[in-house]
């Protein structure tokens, strides 16, 4: 007699939980699994920050333009989708750090910041003599503690002196993140330069002996591709080919989780409209503020309310090509926190990312906010761009206004994964297994906040829930 079927309701229909409701129906359906899968999102659509805006021939990313080229599962999702013809890659060009209102050349051969070269790092004018020679105590001073967290601030302050920190690290680093390095986790969000310096001691020379060799003269044409990602199409349009693969019963959009409990056999989800769906297992691929008010009834989750979030806005400007007297050749800035500008970074979208933008147009995307300077994300639309506007006309001569501009916040929602971020997720996570089995968190407040993260704790989701699926039912259960 063939057992009953379990249910996995899926909470949040980003892109971490879109992952897992495709590739766990994609095994259910190879497998004959007796499994039922619900994936329900707050909002009235899929995708959570893969926002993109079609308007006069531009394509335009609200959210993330891109992924790493060499984080796989991004590609391979974009395979099982039939997205693989759409992926294209970044063009390459100089890259800048803004500071004292002069952009200075990303000098050549740093790695995130990092100096791997001699030549540009001692001809570069990002750093005072003094500021150089501090970064060469990096050649001699011990390692880190083995094993102890600390913060990303403290661990390059370190090793390299402040002003390679607030002038070239910090722009680069606290971007990804929007977050302060003095606060934000070495172990959570770049373990592999704890891994270079305990294995080297020097981060310079470790980073130096770990990066790929320069290509030759003759491969000079392979410059041109570059390190990322995206859809031709648009980043949402990949987030519609993975819906498209669904069974369009199992998503409930327009619908909230309020709070989850468990039964004597099994979990009780409670929408915003008074309905309770019963369940088997949970992904909860949330943001870490909602998956802690779903499961407020369990006091482990309580950690999670103290995880600060920042607020960010992007800006993109639409200009007509010659509206740009000053051209700048390179893809794109980052602002140094020395410097009195309220951006903190500027991507040159036309040039970065060629299919974006009609010919004889230019589209700048611009970011504001960040920890400690979040105000701006809550101010009128107008008066962000004013402000956009003149920090941009101090680096490059824009003599017309942009054609069209749309600005983008997102308020509370870049996850900052402070000092201790693994060890408290740990012990969330021992406390599930105990007092919660078949409840699995996916998303960018866990394990990372990238797409192919995200991706990533998707897959793995689906690995536990087919773990914990297999310890339950009777192998005559599966045909």
Same mark, same amino acid.
């Given at each position: ?206 980073? +130096? /002996?770990?990066?790929?060799?320069? @290509? !030759?003269? &003759? ?6 591709? #570059? ?123 036309? +040039? /970065?990312?060629?299919?974006?933008? @009609? !010919?004889? &147009? ?6 504001? #906010? ?110």
């Amino acid at each position: 007699m063939a057992e009953a079927k379990r249910k996995v309701v899926i909470v949040g229909g980003g892109i971490a939980g879109l992952t897992s409701a495709f590739y766990l129906q994609k095994t259910m359906q190879e497998q004959n699994l007796p499994i039922e899968i619900q994936l329900i999102e707050s909002s009235h659509r899929l995708g959570g920050k893969l926002q993109t805006v079609k308007r006069d021939g531009y394509t335009i990313e609200r959210g993330p333009d891109s992924f790493l080229a060499k984080r796989v599962s991004s590609i391979r999702l974009a395979k099982a989708v039939g997205m693989e013809d759409q992926l294209v890659p970044n063009s390459t060009g100089k890259s800048y750090v803004l500071l004292n209102e002069t952009l200075h050349p990303m000098p050549g051969g740093s790695i995130m910041g990092i100096p791997t070269e001699i030549g540009p790092f001692i001809t570069t004018g990002l750093f005072s003599i003094p500021g150089k020679l501090r970064a060469t105590a990096d050649f001699i001073l011990p390692r880190s503690e083995s094993g102890k967290d600390q913060s990303l601030g403290q661990f390059f302050r370190r090793r390299l002196g402040d002003e390679v920190v607030e002038n070239l690290i910090e722009p680069l680093l606290s971007g990804i993140y929007a977050g302060d390095i003095d606060q934000l986790s070495l172990m959570s969000t770049f373990p592999q330069f704890y891994e270079v310096e305990q294995k080297y001691r020097s981060l310079i020379l470790g980073m +130096k /002996k770990m990066s790929p060799a320069q @290509p !030759k003269q &003759k491969d000079v044409k392979d410059k041109k591709k #570059g390190g990322f990602l995206t859809f031709k199409s648009g980043l949402q349009s990949f987030v519609e080919a993975i819906e498209s693969k669904l069974n369009p019963n199992m998503i409930l959009k327009g619908h909230r989780v309020e709070k989850i409990q468990k039964s004597i056999h099994d979990y009780e989800v409670l929408l915003n409209n008074g309905e309770l769906i019963k369940a088997d297992m949970i992904i909860a691929a949330t943001p870490h503020q909602t998956t802690q008010s779903m499961f407020s009834d369990y006091r482990f989750f309580d950690p999670l309310k103290s995880v600060p979030s920042t607020s960010v806005a992007t800006v993109s400007l639409a200009f007509p090509e010659e509206a740009i007297k000053t051209d700048i050749n390179g893809t794109g800035f980052v602002v140094s926190r020395n410097s009195d500008y309220s951006i903190s970074a500027c991507t040159w979208t036309h +040039k /970065k990312w060629a299919h974006s933008t @009609p !010919k004889g &147009k230019a589209l700048l995307r611009v970011f504001v #906010g960040r920890a400690g300077d979040q105000t701006i994300v809550d101010l009128s639309d107008d008066q962000i761009i004013k402000i956009v506007l003149e920090d941009l006309k101090k680096t490059m001569d824009i003599t017309m206004n942009p054609d069209f501009s749309i600005v983008t916040r997102w308020k509370n929602s870049i996850p900052q994964y402070i000092v201790g971020h693994k060890q408290r997720l740990a012990l969330i996570q021992e406390q599930i297994q105990k007092e919660l089995p078949g409840v699995f968190l996916a998303g960018a407040s866990y394990g990372g906040v990238g797409i192919p993260d995200c991706i990533d704790q998707g897959e793995a989701a689906v690995q536990r829930v087919l773990e914990y699926l297999k310890s339950t039912i009777s192998p005559e259960a599966v045909q």
